[in-house]
């Protein structure tokens, strides 16, 4: 891990480094854009016999019979699971769709003038596709973040694709009652949900995570298929003046651990506790390969001058996985994706069983948006009603704004309903 003081003799370079952090986002994915784009319209355009040659070349599939995985399979691979396991997916599960349930927003409709009713409904997303990775790990809890809140929002249509998945994956897909599941992954399996084929028909959005060639694919479809979110490698960013140098170091070398490209930052005041943090995660990576490399790649140590500044810096950075000393830290925490609070809140609590979703934004994208959630798989559609006598209340309001634009059609229809207005 590599240690910059923002004050001193290396505060320019500290400032560029920052200022290079702050800016990362996704330009490793123009690299393998061109492969992409090729494959992507290959699929497109030539349907099943473009998706099942990239299946059988990328995902070692036999033939069109071995795409989807059947019912029988998933529940197959439930039994066959450890029953301890089940019962940790069985509580993820419920934390999950608790987290989920809480956060379904809800239909309304008010009337602050009389004579007109304004609100709005809820409804469903129709179809979604849940990308569920399976390159160096299965990822079984991956499938519970994606697929539970879309259920939670009474989504008709769940679609799963996930390549070469794994037997916990089909045993979560069991647990849930998932019906259409497909042995598919990278950018045909992307360009097959976006696009639709004879074997796999089109969704209307797109959630999940993926490697490079996934996140490149879901930005090519995003003007044809709605997507979620496009998400580069894990994030973790640790701010503290008083946490276990063991604890810290634990948090970084376990999300460290998804990826050699994973981003780990220890930001704080006190260089002794930044100097033992560095000691403990060299340690604690010594036998993670993965990790080991990511700190060397990726792992930075902040020594900010002042604690305000160390708040700023969080801010600046707005990381996906953000742990701070104590509940008081939320009042300055305006950018993350999810928050850890303590000593006690290791961040891979979150990957699992708090409740909250694990599918979150990385390369700055938490200064606008948080996590998927439920909202991701519903519409809020808005509602006005009016009456004659409210018509007649904010018609001539609305008709000067439409003639201040010019737009005499607009006024014109506006008349129309207030020339007709009942009398007596």
């Known amino acids: 891990m590599k240690l910059i003081r923002t ?68 529940a197959a691979a439930w039994k066959a699971l450890d029953p301890a396991l089940r019962d940790a997916l069985t509580t993820a599960a419920a934390q999950i769709r608790r987290f989920a349930e809480r956060q379904m927003p809800e239909s309304w409709n008010e009337s602050t003038v009389e004579g007109l009713t304004t609100g709005q409904v809820v409804r469903p997303l129709g179809s979604v596709g849940c990308y569920v990775p399976s390159g160096r790990h299965p990822l079984p809890s991956t499938l519970l973040m994606t697929a539970i809140p879309a259920q939670v929002a009474g989504v008709k249509r769940i679609v799963v694709v996930s390549p070469k998945p794994a037997q916990e994956t089909l ?6 009652g998932i019906e259409e599941f497909y042995r598919l992954g990278g950018a045909h399996a992307v360009a097959a949900l976006a696009y639709g084929t004879p074997s796999l028909p089109r969704v209307v959005k797109i959630v999940g995570p ?16 709605a997507i979620d979110m496009l998400a580069g490698p894990t994030e973790i960013v640790v701010t503290s003046e008083r946490g276990s140098a063991a604890d810290i170091a634990s948090d970084l070398v376990a999300q ?24 403990e995660a060299k340690e604690r990576s010594r036998n993670n ?47 993350a994706g999810s928050v850890f609070v303590g000593r006690w809140s290791a961040q891979p ?8 979703n694990h599918t979150l934004p990385t390369g700055g994208m938490a200064r606008v948006r948080g996590g998927l959630s439920v909202n991701d798989f519903v519409k809020l559609i808005t509602v ?25 059609g607009h006024a014109e229809a506006i008349r129309t309903r207030m020339r007709r207005r009942p009398r007596g």
């Not at 460290?256 to 000691?279: G, K, N, Q, S």
């Not at 609590?349 to 909250?356: A, E, W």
């Open 7 to 74: 004050t001193g003799r290396n505060a320019r370079e500290a400032a560029e480094a920052l200022a290079a952090l702050e800016q990362r986002g996704g330009t490793a994915l123009d690299a393998v854009l061109p492969a992409v784009e090729r494959i992507v319209a290959d699929v497109r355009k030539r349907g099943d016999r473009a998706l099942l040659r990239y299946a059988a070349k990328f995902d070692g599939l036999a033939g069109p019979n071995a795409m989807r995985v059947t019912r029988k399979e998933m």
């Open 171 to 176: 045993a979560a897909a069991h647990l849930l």
């Open 210 to 225: 993926g490697n490079l060639y996934v996140t490149a694919a879901k930005r090519l479809v995003a003007f044809d298929c």
């Open 256 to 279: 460290a651990e998804h990826d050699p490209e994973a981003l780990a930052i220890f930001v704080t005041t006190r260089e002794e506790l930044a100097r033992a943090v560095m000691a």
């Open 289 to 335: 390969a993965v990790a080991r490399e990511a700190l060397k790649r990726n792992g930075v140590v902040i020594v900010a001058g002042s604690v305000q500044e160390a708040r700023a810096i969080t801010n600046r950075l707005a990381p996906e996985h953000l742990t701070v000393d104590a509940a008081k830290d939320l009042e300055w925490v305006q950018n």
């Open 349 to 356: 609590m979150g990957d699992y069983i708090s409740g909250p």
């Open 384 to 408: 006005q009603q009016y009456t004659a006598q409210g018509a007649e209340k904010l018609g001539p309001k609305a008709t000067l704004l439409a003639e201040a634009e010019g737009l005499l």
